[in-house]
């Protein structure tokens, strides 16, 4: 696999002002860098860029306010790189300074881990590595959730394994077991992290109420719950209840499934196979037709400040709250870079309220999920 080297997509002219985005705003990059030889512009200002989810003991400061996505390297959108490929993406990364890497045992099932496992061995203990627990998975499938005590302490010890390492740093609940108290699942966790194999705990798409009972018993380092631009679910209680009780927020789908970086159009297929993009009624062609004019909106705003729609994307969550880290997922390490880069800009208090009012105008057609 050959990966496309953004550079020249960002100097080529095709988005107004990507001049600005090239050499003012982020630093010119070496006219002789290849793909491997990018770095992060003022590489020594990342600690500056810090965020931190959770508080006190159960705190974990993010490199960029920003964490990499891993799912897609092996599961679940279509395309699967080369695996030697994504080791060489994910320890770049390491390489720029990213500290927060997500995975989870379902990804693959399984392979994500494995992937991270072999990728991070050099440099484990100088990362944040987060996966998750939830579900049965039978013959390489996953089969309805399960989070029943002695069914985690089973995952923990096989992703343990998976993942070449002795400890996990952030494990999250990856659904809601309605069959399970949460004050089980937080109490076997508790456990677990005074046996030393997890240090924190989090949960994901969780509700109010099941954060405040799961919080109640062994603190909540983060939540991670879908939240984009086009995806605002969490506004309002979600995001209130974690500002009250000091949990960190990171939005999965940041860049709501790709659809916010203007390359999904109606024309677009999905491999039935390994993405389930073609079952969500928001990607159908229809959908994408129908909500071309948000993905503009988002366009018009970046080409007026040399950025691309998905940096507006990523700025404009960071703008929401601080203690916000999303994770945007990529197989390419120019759009890596992309994502990093986005750190780099500010929206200003007039800038966010207008803006924000725009893309709230605009009806957006087909649920995310």
């Not at 950025?307 to 994770?327: F, M």
């Amino acid at each position: 696999m050959q990966i496309h080297n953004r550079r020249n997509f960002l100097r080529s002219g095709t988005l107004a002002g990507t001049t600005l985005l090239a050499s003012t705003a982020f630093g010119m990059l070496p006219a002789n860098s290849n793909d491997f030889d990018v770095k992060p512009i003022a590489k020594n200002s990342t600690k500056t860029k810090q965020r931190v989810l959770g508080t006190g003991k159960h705190s974990l400061k993010v490199n960029y306010g920003m964490g990499l996505g891993c799912m897609g390297m092996s599961w679940h959108r279509t395309f699967i790189p080369d695996r030697k490929y994504m080791i060489d993406l994910i320890r770049k990364a390491y390489d720029m300074d990213v500290n927060f890497f997500d995975t989870a045992e379902a990804y693959g099932p399984f392979r994500n881990e494995e992937l991270l496992g072999e990728a991070m061995k050099t440099f484990r203990k100088k990362i944040i590595l987060c996966t998750k627990f939830g579900f049965n998975i039978q013959n390489g499938q996953l089969s309805g959730l399960n989070s029943k005590p002695a069914h985690i302490r089973e995952v923990v010890e096989q992703s343990l394994k998976r993942l070449k390492t002795d400890y996990i740093d952030l494990l999250y609940q990856h659904r809601v077991d309605p069959n399970v108290p949460i004050e089980d699942v937080a109490g076997t966790v508790k456990d677990l992290i005074n046996e030393g194999k997890v240090l924190n705990f989090g949960l994901s798409q969780a509700d109010a109420v099941n954060i405040r009972k799961a919080h109640a018993v062994q603190q909540i380092t983060a939540l991670q719950t879908e939240y984009s631009l086009i995806t605002r679910n969490p506004e309002g209680e979600i995001l209130n209840t974690c500002e009250e009780l000091g949990i960190g927020f990171v939005p999965w789908s940041p860049i709501g499934r790709a659809l916010l970086t203007g390359y999904i159009n109606p024309l677009t297929k999905y491999d039935a196979d390994n993405d389930n993009r073609d079952t969500l009624p928001r990607y159908t062609p229809e959908a994408v037709k129908a909500n071309w004019p948000f993905i503009e909106a988002v366009q018009d705003f970046g080409n007026k400040r040399g950025l691309t729609a998905t940096q507006v994307s990523l700025a404009w969550l960071h703008a929401q709250k601080p203690w916000i880290v999303p994770i945007p997922g990529t197989t390419k390490l120019a759009h890596l870079q992309e994502n990093l880069w986005s750190t780099d800009f500010k929206f200003t208090d007039d800038e966010l309220k207008t803006f924000t009012e725009t893309i709230s105008k605009i009806e957006i057609t087909g649920a995310p999920n």
